[in-house]
């Protein structure tokens, strides 16, 4: 056989082995994803398929998982020994060579992506690439202001013009920087709506407090 390894992205979110709070429901993919990853973690070189039980040993395969937060995984299957585990926190220079990756077809000079990353140096490496793409959806938006929603669907479906074509977008700097702020004022309007929630809970919380304490229990 060839040499390979099994990439998984997102394990804490898009392949399921992830706990995403009180409100998530924990299925049974959930389960079958774990008890697949644990089988394997435990037994690298006997990995059976349902129904087969083969006593020939199988090369190991190394599994290679990225994720935002491994807290949210089965605590057993993140233990030393069953996972190493690794923290990449990317530098300035990091980000400035993830950025020109991101913007090498758009024309931007170097010195401009360095300034980009320089003004969001808090932000994730998702910012930028959500960056360049709020130029290109403005586009989008663009074209359906010119047709009209109703017009949509004669464009998209059977349109004896073919599917619509669109130029590539001239982006600058002065653009992006605005583009980039209009990203972080809404990431602050999700942090205050997130606060206000919290605080509501809070609120209601200490109403249930207060009127349970009357009866000698309250919830802690």
């Not at 202001?145 to 004669?154: C, M, P």
């Not at 059977?158 to 809404?186: A, C, D, I, R, W």
Request: a negative charge; glycine letters at 10%.
């Amino acid at each position: 056989g060839k040499m390979c390894c099994l990439f998984i992205n997102d394990l804490d979110l898009d392949a399921g082995a992830g706990r995403m709070g009180g409100t998530t429901q924990y299925t049974v993919n959930n389960q079958m994803v774990n008890a697949t990853l644990m089988n394997i973690a435990d037994n690298p070189t006997n990995v059976q398929l349902p129904g087969m039980y083969n006593k020939e040993e199988n090369p190991r395969v190394p599994i290679i998982c990225t994720g935002n937060d491994f807290s949210t995984l089965y605590a057993p299957l993140i233990r030393d020994g069953r996972m190493e585990k690794f923290y990449w926190s990317p530098t300035r220079e990091d980000r400035i060579g993830v950025c020109k990756g991101i913007f090498k077809h758009d024309n931007i000079a170097d010195e401009a992506i360095v300034k980009i990353v320089d003004t969001f140096r808090g932000q994730s490496i998702d910012f930028f690439g959500a960056l360049r793409a709020r130029v290109y959806d403005d586009e989008v938006r663009k074209w359906i202001r010119g047709i009209g929603v109703e017009g949509i669907g004669k464009k998209l479906v059977n349109s004896k013009e073919g599917p619509p074509t669109f130029e590539q977008p001239k982006m600058t700097t002065e653009k992006l920087l605005e583009y980039g702020q209009m990203l972080v004022q809404e990431q602050e309007n999700v942090k205050r709506v997130q606060l206000a929630e919290q605080h509501l809970n809070d609120v209601a919380l200490g109403d249930a407090n207060a009127d349970a304490m009357k009866q000698g229990n309250f919830y802690g």
